[in-house]
């Protein structure tokens, strides 16, 4: 499990599923638009977003206020290296390198999907 904030307009992460885990969300302040499977779900305080292994999945804050959320991975295969190999990466200064972000992804189990047409 971890918690996660998201600045207000922030479009995060790469459009993505995973094999080995299924991910809950549950929204602890402010509301995040998630994407799953192509239908657009808004989750704020106290709601919940089951997402299954297997499907396609991304988020975006476009509110005006910042965005906690707690993410539970069953089973807990995604642990703190993904997050610390992210952070290198996106905090290298300049945009983010996509290519890069996309094979840490890779390593740690999150296959990232080509965006729907």
């Known amino acids: 499990m971890f918690e996660f904030l998201v600045p207000a307009q922030a479009r995060v992460p790469v459009p993505h599923s995973h094999d080995a885990f299924d991910e809950t969300i549950y929204g602890l302040a402010g509301v995040m638009t998630w994407v799953l499977d ?39 295969l995604l642990g703190p290296d993904y997050f610390r ?5 996106v905090n290298a200064g300049g945009p983010p390198n996509v290519e890069r972000i996309m094979a840490v992804m890779r390593r740690h189990g999150l296959r990232p999907a080509m965006p729907s047409a």
């Open 38 to 76: 192509d239908q657009q779900i808004r989750v704020g305080p106290g709601d919940v977003l089951f997402i299954p292994r297997g499907h396609v999945h991304h988020f975006a804050n476009l509110d005006t206020q910042d965005v906690r959320e707690l993410s539970v991975i069953t089973p807990g």
């Open 85 to 89: 190999e992210i952070g290198e990466v």
